[in-house]
């Protein structure tokens, strides 16, 4: 079993888990996380009871089971129906974890992939990003890429980066190679997570798409993970008049 020493260790490790700014069910997903890439609660552990989390932390019971719902969805724990909540054994890459070049899809289109770099730089990561600044630190690498299929501009990629996962991240050439292909190379994927919503892009984002800022767009959040922990978080924007999601599913 995952063994925390009483209720006072746990409310301890809970105030550790970010800023009392983020919301408790989140919090409660980054005590777990942090507890599991520190090597403490390893493959197959038992986490605490949720009426362990709610005696510890004084927290409703609906909020617990929001935190371990979403983290038995994302692939880092698995719940067993009367008996609790597991450590989830690290899963291989395979079809289902694939996440696609953009240059790749464009060019087996028969059509012509380009990258404008706006930015690529290491940055300190503010309090707007509090996951991403408790899963890897203060600083991150941070770019913004805009995708061409020929002359027109089909996607903006917004990307932070863990350090630790690709440390020469910022010595790449983004117009020869695409962040995917890279992080692909060096911290091969494990686990991938997709958000998809209906959205109107910023000013910054509709002028680097060359639309009207009315015009809908389709954003997609993507996290990815290595085996050793968070690779990279990205936005990646499309203009809904130049986009649309296809998939194939079966029984």
Known sequence: MAAVDGDTELAALFAQAGGTSAPAYER???LVAAQIRSGRWEEGDQLPSEHQFVAALGLSRMTINRALRELTAEGVIVRKMGVGSFVAATKKSSPLFE???????IQQ????????VVLV?????????????????????????????????????????????APGYLDQDFTATTPNDYLSRV????RGEHVVEAVLGSPEECRLLRIDPAEPCLLIRRRTWSEHGLVSVARLVHPGSRNRLEGVFGR
């Open 121 to 165: 730089r290491a940055e300190t990561i503010d309090s707007a990003h509090s996951f991403l600044r408790d899963s890897i630190g203060g600083r991150g690498f941070h770019s913004i890429l805009v995708h061409f299929e020929d002359d027109t501009p089909i996607q903006v990629e917004d990307r932070y980066v863990n350090p630790a996962e």
């Open 109 to 116: 289109r028969g059509h012509r992939h380009r990258t404008e």
């Open 28 to 30: 409660i997903k980054n």
């Open 187 to 190: 911290a091969p994927l494990v």
């Open 99 to 105: 996440v696609r070049n953009i240059a790749d899809e």
